[in-house]
């Protein structure tokens, strides 16, 4: 089956303690991203990557890093977490553009990870 | 500052009626218009995109409506079914893979 899994789920963790959120698709897409959905805000990208070892920072990328060793593995890592990054976060991958005609192609969400930074 | 903007935080509607969504952008430069659908639980899923080129998409019960002049798109779903009750976000791109999405409509369909 076709899909992009996030882990863990949830998340309760502390000020300042580095963790990291894994992404994993099995579509061989090219184009990978993060997501974080607030209230009021919608969905906010974090970091995006179009291939391995290419990363590039999205709307609000500070606090967060990326890497994409792989191409099916794009995890996201907060160094020292806190408070204002407790949120419900997204990964999505997609083929990228689709060209002029199709547009940029559809990209498929995780089920989200729900963190919490007390 | 947010260049895709969705107004209303919530739509109720009759089963059966037509539900409309509403979008405004800022971006004169937004090439693609998507609409994502989002259930409790899950991951947005995509449901229905329109190009710059076209003012009206159609599909099945969904068809998008897009004004360039006035920087507005409009989702309409007729009729209504209990199943669309979701949070419904625009999103738009400037001719690139990357999408700006709006805060979302949170849409529930009355029996």
């Known amino acids: 089956e076709a899909q992009v899994t996030q882990n863990p789920r949830y998340l309760i963790t502390v000020t300042g303690k580095k963790l990291t959120v894994t992404c994993s698709q099995n579509?061989?897409?090219?184009?990978m991203s993060w997501y974080r959905q607030d209230p009021g805000l919608g969905l906010r990208q974090i970091y995006y990557?179009?291939?391995?070892?290419?990363?590039d920072k999205g709307d609000v990328p500070e606090g967060y890093k990326v890497s994409r060793k792989e191409k099916r593995n794009f995890p996201l890592i907060l160094e020292s977490p806190s408070p204002n990054q407790t949120s419900l976060y997204f990964c999505a991958s997609s083929l990228g553009w689709g060209g002029l005609v199709r547009g940029p192609d559809t990209q498929y969400f995780g089920p989200g990870t729900r963190l919490t930074v007390l | 500052d947010q260049q895709v903007k969705q107004n209303s935080p919530s739509l109720s509607v009759q089963e059966g009626r037509i539900s409309i969504l509403n979008c405004d952008y800022t971006?004169?430069?937004?090439?693609?218009f998507l609409w994502y659908k989002k259930y409790p639980a899950e991951g947005p899923t995509f449901l229905i995109s329109i190009s710059s080129i076209k003012d009206k998409n159609e599909d099945g019960r969904f068809t998008v409506f897009l004004n360039k002049s006035a920087k507005h798109l409009s989702l309409h779903i007729v009729p209504s079914q209990p199943g669309d009750s979701a949070v419904y976000f625009c999103a738009a791109s400037v001719n690139d893979y990357k999408l700006s999405f709006g805060a979302g409509t949170t849409v529930t369909v009355r029996a």
């Open positions: 990557s179009m291939n391995v070892e290419v990363t």
């Open positions: 579509m061989n897409h090219e184009y």
């Open positions: 971006n004169s430069m937004f090439d693609y």
